[in-house]
C-alpha cells in the first residue's frame, strides 16, 4: 500500500488500474506483495549511480542489476531473466529477499 499510495500517478486514475491489473494477473496467490507490482513501483527511482571507480558490495552491484533489468524489460521478469543470463526462479528468489529487506526497514 506504502508504494501504491506514494507514486505520483502521472497517468491518473487509468495507470493506477492498469498497474493493479497487472498485479493482479502476474500475481502469485491471493495477496499481492511488491513483487508483483511494476518495477517502476518496486523501486525508488533516487537510486545513486556508482562513479566508475566505486567499489561497491558484490550483493549490491547484482541488486542493481537485477533493477535495472527489470526497468529495461518494462517489468516483464521473465524477459529480465532472460537479459541477466539467470532463471526466472532465481530471478523470482532473488525479488523475494529484497522485499523482504525492504520490509524489514522502519517505515
Do not use: C, F
Not at 542493481?64 to 516483464?76: P, W
Not at 521473465?78 to 529477499?97: D, H, M, N, V
Request: proline content about 5%; glycine content about 12%; charged content about 25%.
Amino acid at each position: 500500500m506504502a508504494r501504491l499510495i506514494g507514486y505520483d500517478w502521472p497517468g491518473n486514475v487509468r495507470e493506477l488500474e492498469n498497474a493493479v491489473g497487472r498485479a493482479v494477473a502476474l500475481g502469485s496467490g491471493s495477496m499481492l506483495h511488491v513483487g508483483d507490482l511494476p518495477s517502476n513501483l518496486q523501486y525508488g527511482s533516487g537510486e545513486r549511480i556508482p562513479q566508475s571507480d566505486e567499489l561497491l558490495p558484490l550483493d549490491e552491484l547484482e541488486r542493481r542489476a537485477i533493477l535495472r533489468a527489470l526497468r529495461e524489460a518494462g517489468g516483464d521478469k521473465l524477459a529480465a531473466a532472460r537479459l541477466l543470463g539467470i532463471g526466472k526462479t532465481t530471478l523470482y528468489r532473488k525479488l523475494k529477499q529484497y522485499e523482504a529487506a525492504s520490509n524489514a526497514l522502519p517505515n
